[in-house]
């Protein structure tokens, strides 16, 4: 199992957000995807916290996939699907055989900044199609504002990701907005969070 101190230190906050948003449809049984689920440390307190909710994590790596394995079967989680490997990137149809207006809820924890314009088109698009009328996409992470990052340890951190890789960094939260529109969905709310890091909460129309 991995172990991430960043995931944590910030699960109880990001279980709040949820747990909030999610209040008003917890009479009913949810599904939820989660893109990007890393070392599995957040989905698994997700559905500890949320047991309306069934979960279906996701990543790209066999590493994570495997970690996250390792967090179901030791936590015995019952809402908590097997991994599956889906990129963004690549068209919807290919996101582990979801099929359109499946999904109440898609979430991305600090996935948009580590991933090219081209896989956040993708992102939008794959969210715009499996999301059900009035479904909820919920990201988090640390935004540049009207082509703007602030404050100087933010600007710090965009560089850092950057010479990872050029295609990354901070992504402007006027371009997803605009990137949700185009996919059917609305920016409802913004939820400031520590140390920067905001939740961006769109809705399909």
């Known amino acids: 199992m991995l172990l991430s101190p960043q995931a944590e230190r910030n699960w109880e906050d990001l279980c709040a957000v949820l747990e909030d948003v999610l209040e008003e449809q917890s009479h009913r049984q949810l599904f939820a995807l989660e893109l ?23 990543d790209i790596t066999q590493e994570s996939l495997d970690s996250i394995k390792a967090y179901v079967a030791a936590t015995h989680a019952k809402t908590v699907l097997p991994p599956v490997h889906l990129d963004a990137s690549e068209p919807w149809e290919k ?6 207006s499946s999904c109440d809820v898609i979430v991305a924890i600090n996935l948009l900044q580590y991933s090219s314009f081209k896989t956040a088109q993708g992102f939008f698009t794959g969210a715009g199609q499996i999301l059900k009328q009035n479904g909820l ?11 703007t990052i602030t404050p100087s340890c933010n600007e710090s951190l965009d560089a850092e990701i950057r010479k990872m ?3 990354w960094g901070l992504p402007d939260i ?19 969070m520590e140390d920067y890091f905001k939740c961006l909460i769109f809705r399909k129309l």
């Open 36 to 58: 990007g689920s890393g070392t599995g440390q957040h989905v698994i307190r997700f559905a500890q916290k949320m047991p309306f909710v069934t979960w279906q994590p996701s």
């Open 95 to 100: 996101w582990a055989d979801l099929s359109r």
């Open 137 to 147: 996409l919920i990201t988090h992470g640390v935004y540049a504002i009207n082509g």
């Open 165 to 167: 890789n050029p295609e």
């Open 174 to 192: 006027d371009v997803l907005r605009q990137l949700a529109y185009g996919n059917g969905m609305r920016l409802e709310r913004m939820i400031e």
